[in-house]
């Protein structure tokens, strides 16, 4: 049974930082695209960032591009966000995706096979 298990969410201030981890069990996802996403209340779930199998071409959103990274420890199929210079319109319930089927529209959610369950992100002001 393939788990995505996010974990690291919690409670910041702006300004702040969080880092997220997303443990991968039952596959490895070896070759594949993984990727964050996040869905604030009452919003739709919109992309974040993905990151191909090697860490060497990453994407972000342009509402995070120069303060989260992406990154992914393959020896450990897990990957990571690190969150810096938090915001209160950050907050939102964030996930983990892997394994989209086509990498050229691996910024749309539908795209993907799998998913974790989300971990909360609050940022107060």
């Known amino acids: 049974q393939v788990q995505l298990v996010e974990s690291g969410g919690g409670l910041a201030q702006a300004g702040g930082s969080l880092r997220l981890s997303c443990a991968a069990s039952g596959r490895t996802f070896s070759g594949s695209i993984m990727g964050w996403f996040r869905q604030a209340p009452g919003k739709m779930r919109e992309f974040v960032a993905h990151?191909?199998?090697?860490?060497?071409?990453?994407y972000y959103a342009d509402s995070v591009r120069g303060r989260f990274t992406i990154s992914r420890d393959n020896a450990e199929n897990t990957m990571y966000l690190q969150m810096n210079s938090l915001k209160p319109e950050d907050t939102a319930v964030y996930y983990c995706?892997?394994?989209?089927?086509?990498?050229?529209?691996?910024?749309?959610?539908?795209?993907?096979?799998?998913w974790g369950q989300g971990t909360q992100v609050t940022v107060s002001s």
């Open positions: 990151i191909t199998w090697s860490g060497g071409s990453t």
């Open positions: 995706a892997a394994d989209p089927v086509d990498w050229r529209i691996a910024t749309s959610e539908s795209a993907y096979n799998y």
